[in-house]
């Protein structure tokens, strides 16, 4: 995806990590931040979904910082935010204050709407061409994304607990397909609310129409 991206014009990519290096959860949007400055840019984090007890379960889902609404939401924020705990920093999104204020900013810079449209973009193109259920857009408190002061996603392409989507999230094809799927909606979502543009999700004020 990186690759794809690093062709088009006027685009600069960052990885937060290009090897298996662990780069604690708290810190990948605090480095796409700290990259961004004032500049418009978009943090997307990609990964692969799991749930042991029901293996039949598949498809793709990719999510926006907010509360957690269902029990499926909130089984993902706490699998996503597990790594907190290994390093000592658990977090519990109801009793932590700054989890909650950062919510509560993140509502007020409008942050969440332009997630939620990027969120829409990555659905809709994985559509083209993943075979398991589109699973939607959701929302749920995920740390990785909490401290990404920008339009910002977490992208589930899959359950690696389902054998027959774990082998084909493994092909290489499936791989590129993916990367150019979220590739395209990167770019969509900056064709659509081009830098510099009136009331796009750069200046903090949507538009009527995107309300």
């Known amino acids: 995806m990186a690759d794809l991206l ?50 039949s379960v598949n498809g793709f889902e990719t999510y926006f910082l907010s509360e957690a609404r269902t029990d499926h939401e909130r089984r993902v924020a706490a699998i996503e935010n597990a790594p907190l705990q290994l390093q000592e920093q658990g977090v519990d999104p109801d009793e932590e204050p700054d989890l909650g204020f950062i919510l509560g900013d993140l509502r007020n810079l409008d942050h969440q709407h332009w997630s939620a449209l990027l969120a829409e973009y990555v659905q809709e193109e994985l559509s083209e061409f993943h075979p398991g ?23 589930e392409v899959g359950f690696i607990s389902n054998e027959e989507e774990a082998l084909l999230m493994a092909q290489r094809e499936f791989q590129d397909e993916a990367a150019r799927a979220i590739a395209r909606a990167v770019l969509r979502f900056f064709q659509r609310y081009p830098p510099g543009s009136e009331g796009g999700p750069f200046d903090g004020v949507p538009r009527d129409e995107d309300r």
């Open 133 to 155: 259920p589109d699973r939607g857009v959701k929302q749920a408190p995920l740390a990785v994304l909490t401290n990404a002061l920008m339009p910002a996603v977490l992208v």
């Open 6 to 55: 690093r062709r088009e014009p006027g685009i600069e990519v960052r990885l937060t990590r290009e090897d298996d290096t662990f780069v604690p959860i708290w810190d990948r949007g605090e480095l796409a931040t700290r990259w961004k400055g004032d500049r418009p840019a978009v943090f997307i984090s990609i990964h692969a979904n799991s749930l042991p007890g029901r293996r």
